[in-house]
């Protein structure tokens, strides 16, 4: 029987521009080679992790699910605006889903550009826009067994779980 797990990695590309959804566990190295060119000066990756706590309380781990459809079309849109705004020669955006362990990334951004001005601004963008526009939400479980369904967005309230 296959699951809709097992679809998964899904990835959009364009010139120069990568996103993907996926349970696998993120490679860094890959994810940074994906942008490395003789033509860029900076490549900046932006590594987001799953911390212990917040707002003080302990965190047991996240979970993340999307509209992937939707979420990739999304993303793609973001990357490729963000590339034309900072005249990026590559960005990549690659977005976990599924449980992710405290330590452990639930994205990666990888951008390069000619300059290091341009490629930590267009970082910090991307995953701005990241958490505001696209069709990605997690679950926050606590140690003490609640949980938060929240956008996929820094400090918002959430929908208590259960």
């Not at 990695?9 to 349970?23: A, M």
């Not at 566990?25 to 860029?40: C, E, G, H, R």
């Not at 034309?84 to 990666?108: D, N, Q, Y």
């Amino acid at each position: 029987m296959t699951t809709a797990r097992d679809t998964f990695p899904q990835s959009l590309s364009d010139e120069g521009v990568h996103v993907e959804l996926t349970y696998d566990y993120l490679d860094i190295v890959a994810t940074t080679n994906q942008v490395k060119s003789p033509k860029a000066g900076a490549v900046v990756l932006f590594a987001g992790t799953t911390r212990d706590n917040f707002n003080s309380k302990p965190v047991k781990d996240l979970q993340y699910t999307s509209y992937a459809p939707k979420a990739l079309r999304t993303l793609l849109l973001i990357a490729k605006s963000i590339r034309s705004k900072h005249k990026l020669v590559a960005i990549a955006m690659i977005h976990r889903l599924g449980t992710v362990p405290i330590g452990e990334e639930s994205i990666l951004i990888a951008v390069s550009a000619p300059h290091r001005q341009e490629a930590w601004r267009a970082g910090e963008e991307a995953l701005e826009e990241c958490k505001e526009k696209a069709e990605i939400w997690k679950l926050e479980e606590f140690g003490d067994g609640e949980g938060v369904w929240r956008a996929n967005r820094d400090g918002q309230a959430g929908t208590r779980a259960g």
